[in-house]
């Protein structure tokens, strides 16, 4: 089947440190790669995306790089800010009909 | 672009009332997808419209959960005999029609079901 697991939370980091959130993929097609972000009190919006091996989507600092012979979609940023201080989802889209999403990883950088 | 508009934001009903969620898509996007969320967890599929057709319903989706987008605009959600374990954020997300790959949602603010 299709599902998506990422490193449990929450993660706490000081400003300026860097950031790593761990996101495997089980995937019966060739799938799309995304991570979605919830900043508090806001719905998810789109942070960057995938669509095939060894695309790297990017995007506010952050960057995650589709790799099929890891099945991983790991997302970095090399200087967290405490704006960046959210819930981050890993999902993907095989038919482009349904997302599968992680279990979502809380952020806080604290100043 | 004014986004995705959920109403209400919040909802509390009594176990075994019936409640009827509304989703407001962006204007210009063809497909419309209903998701649940509970706490801690990620976002999980209920269902999915394009335009005004229902193409894909979830197991999750019990006979008591009904969808419809009448002219393929905006849609409602109702459960029905509503239960305690239904008590979670419902959100809609849509998305126009870019391709297969190439949509990603965007998502409303959802609104809050509390069964009590």
């Known amino acids: 089947g299709n599902s998506v697991t990422q490193m449990e939370g929450p993660v706490t980091l000081s400003e300026e440190a860097f950031l790593t959130i761990n996101c495997t993929y089980t995937?019966?097609?060739?799938?799309?790669l995304f991570w979605y972000v919830q900043y508090p009190g806001e719905g998810l919006q789109l942070l960057l995306k995938?669509?095939?091996?060894?695309d790297k989507g990017s995007n506010k600092g952050f960057e995650a790089t589709y790799r099929k012979e890891t099945t991983s979609f790991h997302l970095e940023k090399g200087s967290v800010q405490v704006s960046d201080s959210a819930v981050y989802f890993c999902a993907l889209s095989v038919t482009g009909n349904q997302f599968y999403f992680g279990t979502g990883t809380s952020l806080t950088v604290i100043p | 672009d004014t986004g995705v508009s959920q109403d209400p934001r919040h909802k509390i009903t009594k176990r075994g009332q019936n409640v009827t969620f509304r989703c407001d898509p962006i204007s210009e996007h063809n497909r419309l997808y209903w998701y649940r969320q509970t706490l801690g967890q990620g976002p999980e599929f209920l269902t999915y419209f394009q335009n005004e057709a229902q193409l894909e319903k979830s197991r999750l989706l019990s006979d008591r959960f009904s969808a419809e987008r009448p002219k393929g605009s905006f849609s409602t959600l109702e459960i029905q005999r509503t239960e305690q374990g239904d008590s979670a954020m419902y959100l809609c997300a849509s998305s126009p029609i870019m391709g297969p790959f190439n949509s990603p949602l965007h998502f409303g603010n959802g609104t809050r079901l509390t069964v009590t």
């Open positions: 995938a669509t095939k091996a060894d």
């Open positions: 995937a019966t097609g060739y799938p799309s």
